[in-house]
């Protein structure tokens, strides 16, 4: 192998590290996003499925903003962010909220997420 081979296979190793660690950043920024929609998600499954001689859909609301709180999205879910329908055997939330979360450095960008839970009401 000589001196140009060895050169262009360094050049190449340097590159796909750099991509690597782009990715990984990348990886580190927005998984948190998506995880604590999860997390919401799947605690506003359980809300939903609250007897309705318990609580009525304005203490409903009540739980669900503080299942928000837990979850890391106290600052981007309010009230007006979710409905609540409760019908003879079921209730339906669903609930819309944006988060912004950086991407790269100087490189932001917009999340919309629409959570909807549709449970029996036990």
Not at 32 to 61: C, M
Not at 73 to 84: D, E, K, T, W
Not at 90 to 105: F, G, N, V, W
Request: proline share 2%; charged share 20%; hydrophobic share 40%.
């Amino acid at each position: 192998m000589n001196a140009k081979q060895e050169g262009s296979a360094r050049l190449s190793t340097f590159v796909w590290l750099v991509i690597f660690i782009a990715v990984g950043y990348v990886i580190y920024n927005i998984a948190p996003v998506y995880y604590a929609n999860y997390s919401f998600s799947d605690r506003l499954t359980q809300v939903a499925r609250t007897g309705r001689g318990f609580a009525t859909d304005d203490r409903i609301k009540e739980m669900i903003l503080k299942e928000a709180d837990e979850s890391g999205l106290a600052g981007y879910i309010m009230q007006s962010s979710c409905r609540v329908n409760t019908q003879e055997h079921r209730r339906i939330i669903t609930c819309q909220y944006q988060r912004e979360a950086k991407i790269l450095p100087n490189w932001t960008r917009m999340f919309v997420f629409n959570v909807h839970a549709d449970q029996p009401i036990l």
